[in-house]
Nanobody, 125 residues
Framework: QVQLVESGGGLVQAGGSLRLSCAAS???????????MGWFRQAPGKEREFVGR????????KYVDSVKGRFTISRDNAKNTVYLQMNSLKPEDTAVYYC???????????????WGQGTQVTVSS
């Protein structure tokens, strides 16, 4: 199994920054087997949506248009940890943020079999 644990959420004012972490572990975890780490978010009353993803091996990233230029995904292979650096935060970024793992690149929820428990990010205006 693969376990994912997010951390780093909190309350921040608009224009501020937060960095989320997602630590991966588990008996069957392998950066080569579950090579895609994605970030998703779910705002109150809305569906969970794709934010971005990174390939463990190549470092290639992809982002949804609404966060391009503000959010950056990176990874530390030695720590099996992926980060979501969020800058210039807006109230509409308020959501529970989830990391997820998959074997192939995708942006749909059902393409990711492994999920963390989520961490709350609240951006005040």
């Amino acid at each position: 199994q693969v376990q994912l644990v997010e951390s780093g959420g909190g309350l921040v004012q608009a224009g501020g920054s937060l960095r989320l972490s997602c630590a991966a572990s588990g008996r069957t975890f392998s950066p080569f087997r579950t090579s895609i780490m994605g970030w998703f978010r779910q705002a109150p009353g809305k569906e969970r949506e794709f934010v971005g993803r990174i390939n463990w091996v190549s470092g290639l990233t992809k982002y949804v248009d609404s966060v391009k230029g503000r959010f950056t995904i990176s990874r530390d292979n030695a720590k099996n940890t992926v980060y979501l650096q969020m800058n210039s935060l807006k109230p509409e970024d308020t959501a529970v943020y989830y990391c997820a793992a998959a074997a192939v690149p995708g942006s749909e929820l059902d393409e990711y079999p492994y999920w963390g428990q989520g961490t709350q990010v609240t951006v005040s205006s």
